[in-house]
């Protein structure tokens, strides 16, 4: 029986790119897809458990890869903002159909789904920063990733909808999100620089202090890994 392996998803999922602006991320896409793709129905299955729901996800974990290649190779900006901001570019520039995107965030703002789409963009935000050299280890950790998906999902929501020329509309919009960000951080550090402002947050910022991020996405609290055989 033959094994599956990544090329067979690479295969699977790009024949499904061809279905997916006329079917959406559905059913009918996925058996569509390992037809023109020359996959036995239950190889693609063995590849995507959850048929074109798997391949969605898949679909959003290449741009991500695309994304840090792209970061490892490219000339990033001096400013720490503009690094952000450039991520954030660089992985809405990875994607080739815009449609494809579309019907993604349809199927993950279905109540079943929801999960997997809040994790994939968590995911988005995590690979970001750890591609920029993230090495904060407490809550920090946690808070720069919320934020960054926040940024990151609101600017593809209007990335979706922009007719202007090379999406300037999303890029200045982008720079906007980024600058709130920056305000939030600029407030944060007024009030530890200030003896009477940090004596009255010294309680919550040793409580926040305790916490640490995880070691991996996997050690997320209410995960389960099953014992490997």
């Known amino acids: 029986m033959t094994q599956p392996n990544s090329e067979h998803l690479d295969a699977l999922l790009d024949a499904a790119l061809m279905h997916v602006p006329f079917d959406g991320w559905s059913e009918t896409t996925f058996k569509a897809a390992a ?26 974990k290449r741009g991500d890869a695309q994304m840090v290649e792209r970061m490892n190779t490219d000339a990033l900006p001096d400013r720490y903002r503009d690094k952000v901001a450039a991520a954030v570019r660089f992985r809405i520039e990875a994607v080739t159909d815009k449609e494809a995107v579309r019907r993604g965030t349809t199927l993950f703002a279905l109540p079943f789904h929801a999960a997997d789409g809040a994790k994939l963009i968590w995911g988005t935000a995590d ?48 720079d906007r999100r980024i ?51």
């Open 179 to 229: 600058d709130n960000v920056m305000q939030i951080e600029k407030a944060k550090s007024q009030v530890n620089n200030s003896k009477l402002l940090s004596a009255m947050f010294s309680g919550p910022n040793w409580l926040l202090s305790q916490v640490k991020a995880p070691h991996k996405m996997q050690d997320f609290p209410g995960r389960w890994t099953p014992p490997q055989s």
């Open 35 to 60: 037809q023109d793709a020359e996959l036995e129905l239950s190889l693609a299955r063995a590849l995507c458990p959850r048929g074109a729901v798997d391949l969605a996800i898949a679909f959003h």
């Open 127 to 174: 690979e970001i920063w750890t591609a920029l050299g993230d090495s904060s280890d407490d809550f920090n950790w946690y808070s720069k990733r919320a934020i960054l998906s926040g940024v990151y999902s609101s600017t593809v929501l209007f990335w979706l909808g922009d007719d202007s020329a090379d999406n300037q509309a999303t890029w200045a919009f982008l």
